[in-house]
């Protein structure tokens, strides 16, 4: 029996009788094609280590960011029933114009990661090699920027329901932008073996959507803890 | 025969031992390992049961047995019951859907290996001075946060919440690997509605672990924070709240409860059909009900905290999202009891522990929908009547669907046959001693018995007198199995690739498979448990019925 | 499935017989209970009978086909043709889902009921209005006539009766008179339970909770700690005595004149006899900062 090649788009069952309450593929279709490629189209496709790999990795995040949702959920808690927030003189933390700059220097580096992944499909290797350089430095910025923060902050970890709380989300969330950064590393560092992207760039491709997602948990990170 | 052979060959069992990334030997690795800890637990529990045969506190001092029931509970479920599930699965999931492998082979290897290193972190803390964790499995905030002033960072509790955490990193590699294979491995013509139910329920139980397990892994290390690095989350005193931790705590440890048991009724649902020649009656009803645990199941955690700081409001309407969740579950049993009525009986042990097993579980159920009525449950919680239930859970019917899956798979996994007589041996004392050592713990419950007591009143003698003896007998029933299992590897009879006659394309390639499982993927055609096919409805002389 | 007439008499036998069986299991069920010593016990029971009784058909009956199938439908040897075409059914299918979730919400609904004489911890009014049910309530539970004040703590129980300024280690209540427990736990989670009177209520540090009931049958009962609180959690239980209003008054003035002070449960292990296994892996303290101005007097 031969199998059909994933990427054509079409059923590789012969034999749609089965017991489905509904037709999985005509639901896949009509889906748009940025969703599609996470979503196989039947059995057969374990030749597609990309998609394959994607797949695992979205799912890996997806469930990572529910340990940050247990921890947004612990903060909103505490922050609207406890008596002891913060003591009386401390005003918590303040987005001031060095947070927001900081805040901003990590948004922008998903963009200028975009860039990257985009050049590395164009085969641009030098280019590629340079935006995500950059994109780590970005990086490093935001993390020195985080820990200066940290050391002129006028309440420490045990300081109430906001010390705690404040310390625990920005230090695990640094603590994924450091794994982000050294990701990036490796992918650097394997972009200058030969023959690396012969099967694919997956190595890449995950370590941007990483990117991402620490960039978005920052987003909401930013807005729970200094605008709020 | 072909190198993977177990045992057949002197060197190859070495391979046990190494970092393979063999979906089928990272199986057994699980499972053997997964075992072993089964039966510390169950020493554990021994210990337990012999300082509950009398009344009066006279084998362990008071904080031993806080240490020795919350250790109990801790290693069977995340040392036993959890991984040797991911183990079978691990073996089983790719033959079932027509694979060479899962879809990380390197990943599924160290997901194994986190194990014996949490599992010997975690049991190295009897040794530390002021011992093991003992505030219960659930490790309830202040008391678990409760330092004598000779404990430092590194105690009991931390340990414990450490090894946890290795071991939740471990179980969301897992299921990563798990939700992918089944997503994207599967062979030409495997469509998701013609996977057999074991497929289905693993996929349910390791989607709940992706999306509810990182709840725990919060409360935990919010825990770890306010138990070594000074912070008051959970510490009313000062301003945070224990109930905080609680519903973290519940909102996995509920769902977790179908995490152990899906995979068991999957078990139930590949015996069950190949031993009555009958097709899973309601196949289809019974795989969207598996699927719909994991939205389910996600709604009802409050139910553990009835008696607790919980608003009535909340109270009612968490009992009514817990009694539903019998209707899926319902629809299993009624399943399982229509696939064997007017059917072709073959009673071999695999048949009798997965009968027994649903037998048994009704009863757990039947229990499980009487703690859902609040008034009732407000009676009985925290007493011996919930400890009667979730052990008619756990080891009435999910150890029985484990024995089950032995004896069904073993000729599968191992290449011969074990023995008979010895299995019939093995069921008929689990049953008995499963029953003796916890059907007393209803009664008991519901004249007010607490859990965790290490010490009770006099009136309670005779129901745990009999349950010790259960327990006891439970401990004996282990060894005709051992001695089943070990001897059968090496002197059982060779087995054919399908002794069974069953459906499931684990069972067309050789027993045991090669190495990448098929000489060429199967594509798949019919339905799933067509015992009514020509290559199943055969007669066969050489079978032992 | 062809079910022909024998079989048909044979199922209707079973039928009966198990429906008798579970009728009777579910009278017995009053004698698995303690005695009820309050109103919400009664209700309670009553619900659990039923409970019973429905389990019990569920039970035996799945037992009943199981078994009748293992005696049976035996398969000759070596024959492993198939026993019965049939993969599904659609009826069936649809009633052995439609029945249960009917059965498990009468059972909820039954329960909001009985929850809301109970009155704790908050407002089953809302339920019973948003269910229209309203009407069906004849009386509200009348307001609570006294109020102890319960303390808990690690390892002592402790009754404050504030009429007469009376701190004592027993519970004393008087029969048929609503009463209100204002309970608070001065260190870890302590659970406040008297399974006569099918009541508890975890307490939780740092907030008051507030138990509602009437006792009504005279007696000496016995409360215990539900919920683990550490090293002698097996060792915090208390006497509770319910009695006529006389010789509940009489109790309140003696302990006036004559007052003993709670004691530490924890003296109680010096009962014990010696343990094989007594390794001293250090008991639980409540750190420093948990100590409060109430300290308890006559502490070893």
Redesign the interface.
Known sequence: MTQASPRDGQPIHQNQNDESPFNLQQLRRNLPSWLQRFIPSGGGQHEDHHGKGMFGMTIFLLSESMIFVSFFASYIVLRLTTTDWLPAGVSGPEASPTVIFHSAVLVSSSFVLYFAERSLKRQQLTRFRLLWLLTSAMGIYFLIGEVQEWAGLDFGLTTGMGGGTFYVLTGFHGLHVTTGILLQFIMLGRSFLPNNYENGHFGVSAASLFWHFVDVLWLILFSLLYLW | MTDSALLHPPQSWRQYFSFSTDHKVIGVQYMVTSFTFFLIGGLLAM?IRAELLTP?????????Y??LFTMHGTVMIFLWTIPTFVGLGNYLVPLMIGAKDMAFPVLNAIAFWILPVAGTLLLSSFFL???SA???WWS?P??ST??????GLVNGQSLWILAMVMIGISSIMAAVNFVTTIFWMRSPGMTLFRMPIFVWTTLSAQLMQLIFLPSLTGALLLLLFDLDFGTHFFQ???GG???LYQHLFWFYSHPAVYIWALPAWGVFSEVIPAF??????????VAIATFSFVPITGVVWVHH?F???????M??LF??TT??V??PT??K??AW??T????????DSAFLFA?GG??MF??AG??G??L?????D??V???YFIVGHFHYVVFNTIVMAYFAAIYYWFPKITGRMCSEGWGKLHFGLTFLGATLNFFPMF?LG???M?R??????PQYADWNMVSSLGAFLLGVSTLPFLVNVIVSCFEGPIAKDNPW?ATGLEWQTSSPPPKENFDSIPTVTE?P?S??DAR????????R? | ?IVKLGEAIVLAIGAAAIIFISYWLGQQSYS???PEATL?AQ??DG??SF?VML?SI??LG??G??L???IF???K?????????????TL??IL??GI??VL??W??I???H??AL?D?????E??HAAMGMKAAYAAAPAPPVKTVEVTVQQWAWIFHYPEQDVTSAELHLPVNQRVRLAMRSK???H?F?I??F?????I????E?DLVFSPTLEGKY?L????????????MQADVFVESPQAYQQWLDNAAQNPTPPVDLSVA?AA????????????????N??QTAHSLPLLP
């Open positions: 210990l009066q506190l006279n084998l362990v001092s008071r904080e031993l806080n240490g001075p002021e011992g003992k505030s219960g309830y202040p008391l409760q330092l004598s002033s000779t404990q009313p005193a000062e709240t224990p109930v009555t020649r009958n097709p899973l009656f309601g196949y289809r009803s905290m008696a607790g700081a919980t608003p009535g409001w109270r009612t009992m009514f009694e539903l019998a209707v319902g629809i049993v009624f009891t229509a064997i009525w007017k059917s072709k009986i073959h009673l009968v649903v037998v009704v009863l039947i229990t929908v009487m859902g009525a609040l008034p009732f407000l009676h919680n925290n007493t009664p519901l004249q007010g607490l965790r007591v290490s010490s009770y009143d006659h339905p448990y015992y009514g199943y409805c055969v007669q066969d002389p050489t079978s019925y | 499935m698995w209970m303690p919400e209700k309670v619900l659990f409970l389990g569920i039970f799945v037992l086909t199981i009748h199938s293992l439908c035996r398969a040897k070596g024959d492993f043709s198939e026993g019965h075409p049939v993969r599904s059914d069936l299918e052995w889902t249960p979730t498990v919400l059972i909820a039954q329960s909001i009985i929850y109970l704790i911890q908050g407002v089953p809302v339920a260190d870890v989670l659970g339970y399974p006569a099918r009541l508890k209520q975890d939780v540090p740092g907030t909770f016995r215990q700690d539900s919920q683990l609180s550490g090293t002698y959690f097996s060792l292990e014990q006899p010696p343990q094989l296994l007594g390794r001293r892996w250090g008991e639980n303290h409540s750190p900062h948990l």
